[in-house]
T-cell receptor
Framework: DTEVTQTPKHLVMGMTNKKSLKCEQH?????MYWYKQKAKKPPELMFV???????INESVPSRFSPECPNSSLLNLHLHALQPEDSALYLC?????????FGPGTRLTVT | TQLLEQSPQFLSIQEGENLTVYCNSS?????LQWYRQEPGEGPVLLVT?????EVKKLKRLTFQFGDARKDSSLHITAAQPGDTGLYLC??????????FGTGTRLKVLA
C-alpha cells in the first residue's frame, strides 16, 4: 500500500481566515514533505520533516506553518494568505530514494 | 542553484509512435525519479534510478540514468492515449531534498 491521503480536496478561504491542510500515511515512512504547485509548473518544495523534526524549510513565508504531530501525520496551518498563494498543495512521504504523493489540496484564496 | 531542464516542453504525437524525453542538469544527483501527473492529481512515481548508466524498463517505458548521474532519459515505445500526461523528473541531492524538472507535457492522439 503506497497511499498518502490528503484532506480537504478543495479549500476556498478568505485572506483573514485560518485553515489547516492534513496529510496521513501508514507506510512507516520517516520523511514527509509539503510541496506547492502552481498551474502548469512543477512542484516546489516547501518543507521536509525527517523523523518528525523539521529538517528543511525552503524560505517559506511564516503565514504557512507546518506541524508533524506524529510519524503518520503532517499538517500545514494557513493564516493570512494572499491570492497568489492559490495553488495545489501536495503532501508526500518517502523512504530511501522514493517519494509517494497524495492527491493534493486545491487551495483558492479570495 | 540546482536546475533540472526537461526537453521537449510539449509533445503531441500519434498513437503507435515512439518518443524520448530528456532531463538534464549540470549537477550530480544521488538518485533520479520519474513521475507522471494527471491534471489536478498528485504525481505518481514511475521509477527511481540510482546507479550511473543504469537502465530500467517498465512495460513500454525505458529509463536511463547518465553515466555521470547528471542526466536521464525516458523512452516510450508505441505510445498509447493512456500515456498522455505531464512527465516530471526529480533529482535527489541528498538529505531528502528533491528538485523537480521543468516538465514535459505529452499528448498521444488516437
Amino acid at each position: 500500500d503506497t497511499e498518502v491521503t490528503q484532506t480537504p480536496k478543495h479549500l476556498v478561504m478568505g485572506m483573514t481566515n485560518k485553515k489547516s491542510l492534513k496529510c496521513e500515511q501508514h507506510m512507516g515512512h520517516r520523511a514527509m514533505y509539503w510541496y506547492k504547485q502552481k498551474a502548469k509548473k512543477p512542484p516546489e518544495l516547501m518543507f521536509v520533516y525527517s523523523y518528525e523534526k523539521l529538517s528543511i524549510n525552503e524560505s517559506v513565508p511564516s503565514r504557512f506553518s507546518p506541524e508533524c504531530p506524529n510519524s503518520s501525520l503532517l499538517n500545514l496551518h494557513l493564516h493570512a494568505l494572499q491570492p497568489e498563494d492559490s495553488a495545489l498543495y501536495l503532501c508526500a512521504s518517502g523512504q530511501g530514494y522514493e517519494q509517494y504523493f497524495g492527491p493534493g489540496t486545491r487551495l483558492t484564496v479570495t | 542553484t540546482q536546475l533540472l531542464e526537461q526537453s521537449p516542453q510539449f509533445l503531441s504525437i500519434q498513437e503507435g509512435e515512439n518518443l524520448t524525453v530528456y532531463c538534464n542538469s549540470s549537477s550530480v544527483f544521488s538518485s533520479l525519479q520519474w513521475y507522471r501527473q494527471e491534471p489536478g492529481e498528485g504525481p505518481v512515481l514511475l521509477v527511481t534510478v540510482v546507479t550511473g548508466g543504469e537502465v530500467k524498463k517498465l512495460k513500454r517505458l525505458t529509463f536511463q540514468f547518465g553515466d555521470a548521474r547528471k542526466d536521464s532519459s525516458l523512452h516510450i515505445t508505441a505510445a498509447q492515449p493512456g500515456d498522455t500526461g505531464l512527465y516530471l523528473c526529480a533529482g535527489d541531492s541528498g538529505t531528502y531534498k528533491y528538485i523537480f524538472g521543468t516538465g514535459t507535457r505529452l499528448k498521444v492522439l488516437a
